[in-house]
T-cell receptor, first 113, second 114 residues
Framework: GNSVTQMEGPVTLSEEAFLTINCTYT??????LFWYVQYPGEGLQLLLK?????DKGSNKGFEATYRKETTSFHLEKGSVQVSDSAVYFC????????????FGGGTRVLVKP | KAGVTQTPRYLIKTRGQQVTLSCSPI?????VSWYQQTPGQGLQFLFE???????NKGNFPGRFSGRQFSNSRSEMNVSTLELGDSALYLC?????????????FGEGSRLTVL
């Protein structure tokens, strides 16, 4: 079946530090991959996506590249801000499953000024 | 443009009771999905509705049910509540089938079962 594994948090960083959150997946076929972010007290928001191997998704300074050979979709940001403090979820969608997303456990990121 | 609206935001029930949660999707969105979020199990897919038809279902017992109305609004119901049903229930809507996985989430309904 489908599964997503992401690094456990919390990850605590200083402002302007480099952020990496690891995400690996197991899936049949060729899934689409997503990063969602959940700010305190809010619902999830789509951060970025990639739909095929070697695609790079990017948004708000965040990037992630779909690596089929390593079944990974690591999230990176070069210089984090306090406002990036949130919980980040990696997810996959198997094209046969419509909007049924399989999520990782989430990684809490805390950025300190 | 209004976002996904879920009501109620918070509710407390006792074991054995039932609960109904409501979700109003973004205008024009015809797909509505429901997810359960708990600290132990994380985010788990409950079901998805598209044009009033259940298109997909997760691995939850039959106590969990849902429906979608002709205006795309959706409700989910949990009967015979158990302590383990305490969770944040998230509704998400989606514009089109050709963008699967691109979901717009509401803020959730937090259910506490005592």
């Amino acid at each position: 079946g489908n599964s997503v594994t992401q690094m456990e948090g919390p990850v605590t960083l200083s402002e302007e530090a480099f952020l990496t959150i690891n995400c690996t997946y197991t899936a049949t076929g060729y899934p689409s991959l997503f990063w969602y972010v959940q700010y305190p007290g809010e619902g999830l928001q789509l951060l970025l996506k990639a739909t095929k191997a070697d695609d790079k998704g990017s948004n708000k300074g965040f990037e992630a590249t779909y690596r089929k050979e390593t079944t990974s979709f690591h999230l990176e940001k070069g210089s984090v801000q306090v406002s990036d403090s949130a919980v980040y979820f990696c997810a996959l969608e198997n094209k046969a499953a419509g909007n049924k997303l399989t999520f990782g456990g989430g990684t809490r990121v805390l950025v300190k000024p | 443009k209004a976002g996904v609206t879920q009501t109620p935001r918070y509710l407390i029930k006792t074991r054995g009771q039932q609960v109904t949660l409501s979700c109003s999707p973004i205008s024009g969105h015809r797909s509505v999905s429901w997810y359960q979020q708990t600290p132990g199990q994380g985010l788990q897919f409950l079901f998805e509705y598209f044009s009033e038809t259940q298109r997909n279902k997760g691995n939850f017992p039959g106590r969990f049910s849902g429906r979608q109305f002709s205006n795309s609004r959706s409700e989910m119901n949990v009967s015979t509540l158990e302590l383990g049903d305490s969770a944040l229930y998230l509704c998400a809507s989606s514009l089109a089938r050709d963008r699967p996985g691109e979901l717009f989430f509401g803020e959730g309904s937090r259910l506490t079962v005592l």
